[in-house]
């Protein structure tokens, strides 16, 4: 079973529009929330995070909205340049747990078109 | 300040032999974490390693596979008896301590392995 969503495999958006991507969680007891961009053959590279207890974060053209009642995350870019396209991985951590377990999304296709 | 450094970046092996894959933390990060990413799925947790000690081992296979994190050098996952579906993009992350609000891991560039 999959605790951390994302249902659209890929998205596309024309250059200097926004990008919403969204992620769903079905684990009330996720405490902290990440979103990490790759790029095919590299790793992962964190982007930005939030924790349970605020419902908004913010870093440049990056802002992470967490709805704790619809159990839902978004990753808003704006605006959306050639180089975000990418790859894009919620993440959710478990309260209680070793701190290490990182649950991931099977990520987002973003394609920003000049 | 170098990253994560993984090897090798790409691995081949036949059925049955075994794989080793090499991680070196970031300078100053005593904790390492191994994930497995099959194709088209997200990354999957295997194990969370500090120095000499296994944190949390939930996500690792209970057989042909384990990882170390000596004292001196780098962390090893280890595949015994590799089989076919054990290819996936290895990745290891690391941290300077327990990941606190705020902090992120750290991914290396992965290992691919391919087993034929």
């Known amino acids: 079973d999959q605790q951390v969503k994302q249902n659209s495999p890929s998205l596309s958006v024309q250059e200097g529009r926004i990008s919403i991507l969204n992620c769903d969680y079905t684990?009330?007891?996720?405490?902290?929330f990440l979103w990490y961009k790759k790029y095919p053959a590299e790793g992962p590279t964190f982007l930005i995070s939030i924790s349970s207890i605020k419902d908004k974060n913010e870093d440049g053209r990056f802002t992470v909205f967490l709805n704790k009642s619809a159990k839902h995350l978004s990753l808003h870019i704006v605006p959306s340049q050639p180089g975000d396209s990418a790859v894009y991985f919620c993440a959710a951590r478990l309260w209680g747990g070793s701190q290490g377990n990182l649950i991931f999304g099977k990520g987002t296709k973003l394609s920003v078109k000049p | 300040n170098a990253g994560v450094m993984q090897n090798p970046r790409h691995l081949v092996r036949r059925r049955g032999q075994e794989a080793r894959l090499r991680c070196s933390p970031m300078?100053?990060?005593?904790?390492v974490y191994w994930y497995r990413q099959l194709p088209e799925e997200g990354l999957k947790f295997m194990v969370y390693?500090?120095?000499?000690?296994?944190?949390?081992e939930s996500g690792m296979p209970k057989e042909r596979f384990s990882a170390e994190f000596p004292k001196e050098g780098p962390s090893i996952l280890r595949i015994q008896q590799v089989v076919r579906g054990d290819s996936a993009a290895y990745f290891c992350?690391?941290?300077?301590?327990?990941?606190?609000?705020?902090?992120?891991?750290?991914f290396g560039p992965g290992t691919r392995l391919l087993v034929l």
């Open positions: 684990n009330s007891m996720f405490d902290y």
């Open positions: 300078k100053g990060h005593s904790h």
């Open positions: 390693l500090q120095k000499e000690n296994i944190i949390d």
């Open positions: 992350a690391s941290s300077p301590g327990r990941m606190r609000e705020g902090e992120t891991q750290y």
